[in-house]
């Protein structure tokens, strides 16, 4: 394991995830349902190789490795990766593989495009709590929950698109049905809203006590994603928010979310620190 | 005694292809005829195996015999056991040889052959027929081989080709419908508004995919009775079928009204009681039942007569371009189970013919 760098462990998981993705390309391409079970091998293969990176990663900096924007969307993607493999099973839901190989491979994949991402990482601060890493990895989980929701709730529009507009054959023939992603999408929206309600009680205890150490801009940002995810889950349950619209409004929070963590990254008062290459290289 | 000959295997038979019903409702064999005919050709002389597959829209011989005349021998005792002209016969049979016989058998098991295209039914009943074979004795190597690979080779083009995909029944494609809304149907509510014959079919093809609660509103509440106590399910009368609406998942219109029995305004009061959980209304009526504007509301899925004869279509059209396809590869199976046959280990011995 050693003998690797934590960025050749990323690209092996990315090609996994890419590989995953062309697979089921290929087979909706062709009209066929492609194999669960190398679907699943793919997804298996790429979460171990970049849970090997990421410790790596992790091991480097003496912390979760969510020190920069490269390693945010590494750890947003494993978080859903991870939470796919938990509940795919369960829920088998048909071609939630599929759009989990698509979400995974396109965050690795651009993550370790753009250099610039993992050219500085922030220092960690000397003393600090490990619950303010154990507050900020289970934000980003949250984040991994979320981007699963914005999957599901893509699958949920394009099935109800095709029932409407009875496009019913091919790529469509293969989508859950509406009341199992409707489901699915309640309790991936319960779980999100949880987790990051539990991420930002952590937070905010660690805050009390220094307020200087967070910048006001990301209390800003956080806390309207967290608002905004526990109004949508709050009217979901009263009835009023719900169907297509609930389905539209995950997909936007998720995409405002993966742009809040560039404005956060940015944000930071904490020591940045040019990386070494040889750390990582 | 004559020469040694080479057995045949043969299929000889009528279908729905060239047999219209009145006759193949005289060619069929019961269960209790199937035993009587059977025991009569395990004395005919020179029939080494065979086995018989007897469906409402075929009834067909496999076999392997000594010679022609044996296969010949077999036709003319099935006519006199039926009652049927054997000239009549000849100008309706289906017959093959060798690699026709197994090409015929594994089309017919895959459902290339059938009223049906692409049905799957009928590999359950050629396993049926295979089976019953085996419990009287009546398959040897032969044909024990011919059978457990057309099994096989039936499973291989249904996954490898698309000859099974879709419904092509206007009921089934509404049960595929409502699968893609609900999932499982075993806990929707349906209910079939009007109790005609297309809604008591459609009602059918839900309960045989899972559905077992079911409703009954009809303008003559002896009528809706009658049909929900064939159905297993429960009748109401027809107007209180507004109210409860919002009650039912799915429902079934199929009423002779001439006008729109089930119009926007009913359609939005139950929405208003169950926004979360969608609606599937199936109008299978002409005139229409349900007032087509509904189509646009959210969470209601609309469908009528015309669109599920559409997607029938469609899928009819798909499955049949895929016969080609699938033909070819049985052809190339029919191939290599005939060298395994004709191979040292399995070609049975010759035997003299019968005198």
Same mark, same amino acid.
């Given at each position: 394991?050693?003998?690797?760098?934590?960025?050749?462990?990323?690209?092996?998981?990315?090609?996994?995830?890419?590989?995953?993705?062309?697979?089921?390309?290929?087979?909706?391409?062709?009209?066929?349902?492609?194999?669960?079970?190398?679907?699943?091998?793919?997804?298996?293969?790429?979460?171990?190789?970049?849970?090997?990176?990421?410790?790596?990663?992790?091991?480097?900096?003496?912390?979760?490795?969510?020190?920069?924007?490269?390693?945010?969307?590494?750890?947003?993607?494993?978080?859903?990766?991870?939470?796919?493999?938990?509940?795919?099973?369960?829920?088998?839901?048909?071609?939630?593989?599929?759009?989990?190989?698509?979400?995974?491979?396109?965050?690795?994949?651009?993550?370790?495009?753009?250099?610039?991402?993992?050219?500085?990482?922030?220092?960690?601060?000397?003393?600090?709590?490990?619950?303010?890493?154990?507050?900020?990895?289970?934000?980003?989980?949250?984040?991994?929950?979320?981007?699963?929701?914005?999957?599901?709730? $893509?699958?949920?529009?394009?099935?109800?698109?095709?029932?409407?507009?009875?496009?019913?054959?091919?790529?469509?023939?293969?989508?859950?049905?509406?009341?199992?992603?409707?489901?699915?999408?309640?309790?991936?929206?319960?779980?999100?809203?949880?987790?990051?309600?539990?991420?930002?009680?952590?937070?905010?205890?660690?805050?009390?006590?220094?307020?200087?150490?967070?910048?006001?801009?990301? $209390?800003?940002?956080?806390?309207?994603?967290?608002?905004?995810?526990?109004?949508?889950? $709050?009217?979901?349950?009263?009835?009023?928010?719900?169907?297509?619209?609930?389905?539209?409004?995950?997909?936007?929070?998720?995409?405002?979310?993966?742009?809040?963590?560039?404005? $956060?990254?940015?944000?930071?008062?904490?020591?940045?620190?040019?990386?070494?290459?040889?750390?990582?290289? | 005694?004559?020469?040694?000959?080479?057995?045949?295997?043969?299929?000889?038979?009528?279908?729905?292809?060239?047999?219209?019903?009145?006759?193949?409702?005289?060619?069929?064999?019961?269960?209790?005829?199937?035993?009587?005919?059977?025991?009569?050709?395990?004395?005919?002389?020179?029939?080494?195996?065979?086995?018989?597959?007897?469906?409402?829209?075929?009834?067909?011989?496999?076999?392997?015999?000594?010679?022609?005349?044996?296969?010949?021998?077999?036709?003319?005792?099935?006519?006199?056991?039926?009652?049927?002209?054997?000239?009549?016969?000849?100008?309706?049979?289906?017959?093959? =040889?060798?690699?026709?016989?197994?090409?015929?058998?594994?089309?017919?098991?895959?459902?290339?052959?059938?009223?049906?295209?692409?049905?799957?039914?009928? =590999?359950?009943?050629?396993?049926?027929?295979?089976?019953?074979?085996?419990?009287?004795?009546?398959?040897?190597?032969?044909?024990?081989?011919?059978?457990?690979? !057309?099994?096989?080779?039936?499973?291989?083009?249904?996954?490898?080709?698309?000859?099974?995909?879709?419904?092509?029944?206007?009921?089934?494609?509404?049960?595929?419908?409502?699968?893609?809304?609900?999932?499982?149907?075993?806990?929707?509510?349906?209910?079939?508004?009007?109790?005609?014959?297309?809604?008591?079919?459609?009602?059918?093809?839900?309960?045989?995919?899972?559905?077992?609660?079911? !409703?009954?509103?009809?303008?003559?509440?002896?009528?809706?009775?009658?049909?929900?106590?064939?159905?297993?399910?429960?009748?109401?009368?027809?107007?209180?079928?507004?109210?409860?609406?919002?009650?039912?998942?799915?429902?079934?219109?199929?009423?002779?009204?001439?006008?729109?029995?089930?119009?926007?305004?009913?359609?939005?009061?139950?929405?208003?009681?169950?926004?979360?959980?969608?609606?599937?209304?199936?109008?299978?009526?002409?005139?229409?039942?349900?007032?087509?504007?509904?189509?646009?509301?959210?969470?209601?899925?609309?469908?009528?007569?015309?669109?599920?004869?559409?997607?029938?279509?469609?899928?009819?059209?798909?499955?049949?371009?895929?016969?080609?396809?699938?033909?070819?590869?049985?052809?190339?199976?029919?191939?290599? =189970?005939?060298?395994?046959? !004709?191979?040292?280990?399995?070609?049975?011995?010759?035997?003299?013919?019968?005198?």
């Amino acid at each position: 394991m050693s003998s690797l760098s934590d960025r050749t462990w990323l690209w092996i998981a990315a090609a996994f995830y890419l590989a995953g993705f062309l697979l089921g390309t290929v087979a909706l391409l062709r009209e066929r349902r492609h194999s669960r079970t190398w679907m699943y091998i793919f997804i298996w293969a790429g979460f171990v190789f970049q849970t090997c990176g990421l410790a790596l990663r992790g091991k480097a900096v003496h912390g979760c490795p969510i020190s920069n924007l490269f390693e945010l969307f590494q750890f947003t993607a494993w978080s859903a990766t991870s939470l796919y493999l938990v509940i795919g099973p369960t829920f088998r839901l048909s071609l939630l593989g599929y759009f989990n190989a698509c979400l995974s491979a396109t965050l690795t994949c651009v993550s370790l495009l753009v250099p610039v991402w993992d050219s500085i990482h922030r220092a960690r601060i000397p003393g600090s709590s490990p619950w303010i890493e154990f507050h900020a990895a289970l934000a980003l989980f949250s984040y991994g929950v979320f981007g699963l929701l914005a999957l599901t709730s $893509i699958m949920y529009l394009l099935q109800v698109f095709s029932l409407k507009r009875q496009h019913l054959r091919g790529f469509f023939s293969f989508l859950p049905s509406i009341v199992d992603l409707d489901h699915i999408n309640l309790r991936l929206l319960t779980a999100g809203a949880v987790l990051m309600t539990a991420a930002l009680s952590v937070g905010y205890v660690h805050w009390v006590h220094d307020r200087d150490s967070v910048p006001a801009i990301k $209390i800003l940002i956080t806390g309207s994603i967290w608002a905004a995810y526990a109004v949508a889950l $709050i009217l979901r349950l009263r009835g009023i928010l719900l169907t297509k619209r609930l389905a539209w409004t995950c997909i936007v929070l998720f995409v405002a979310a993966l742009f809040s963590l560039g404005i $956060i990254e940015s944000s930071r008062k904490t020591p940045i620190t040019v990386r070494a290459a040889a750390t990582h290289e | 005694m004559s020469e040694p000959m080479s057995p045949t295997l043969f299929t000889l038979g009528a279908s729905h292809h060239t047999t219209p019903i009145e006759l193949r409702e005289k060619l069929a064999l019961t269960a209790d005829k199937m035993n009587a005919f059977c025991d009569r050709l395990s004395h005919l002389a020179g029939l080494r195996e065979y086995a018989v597959l007897s469906t409402c829209n075929r009834v067909e011989f496999y076999g392997l015999a000594d010679t022609a005349e044996t296969v010949e021998q077999l036709q003319h005792e099935f006519c006199a056991f039926q009652g049927f002209s054997d000239a009549e016969f000849l100008s309706i049979r289906r017959h093959a =040889l060798n690699r026709d016989a197994i090409q015929h058998l594994l089309e017919v098991s895959s459902g290339l052959n059938s009223q049906m295209l692409g049905e799957t039914e009928i =590999l359950g009943q050629v396993k049926d027929a295979y089976a019953a074979a085996q419990m009287r004795h009546s398959v040897g190597p032969v044909l024990n081989r011919v059978f457990q690979k !057309t099994f096989q080779y039936a499973k291989h083009v249904r996954t490898h080709t698309a000859i099974t995909e879709g419904q092509i029944s206007v009921a089934n494609v509404a049960v595929d419908l409502a699968t893609k809304i609900f999932g499982e149907l075993a806990k929707g509510q349906i209910l079939l508004l009007g109790a005609g014959e297309i809604g008591d079919k459609t009602a059918k093809a839900f309960q045989s995919r899972g559905a077992r609660s079911l !409703t009954v509103a009809s303008r003559r509440l002896e009528r809706a009775s009658e049909l929900a106590n064939a159905l297993g399910a429960v009748a109401i009368p027809f107007e209180q079928w507004p109210a409860r609406l919002s009650d039912f998942d799915i429902v079934v219109c199929s009423t002779a009204a001439p006008e729109t029995v089930m119009k926007l305004a009913d359609i939005r009061a139950a929405m208003k009681k169950r926004p979360a959980r969608p609606m599937f209304l199936i109008d299978l009526a002409l005139p229409r039942d349900v007032d087509p504007a509904a189509a646009d509301e959210g969470n209601i899925f609309l469908y009528n007569l015309d669109d599920l004869a559409k997607i029938a279509e469609e899928n009819l059209a798909a499955r049949t371009s895929e016969v080609k396809r699938a033909r070819e590869i049985l052809q190339e199976k029919t191939e290599a =189970l005939w060298k395994q046959i !004709t191979g040292t280990r399995l070609a049975p011995p010759a035997k003299p013919a019968s005198t």
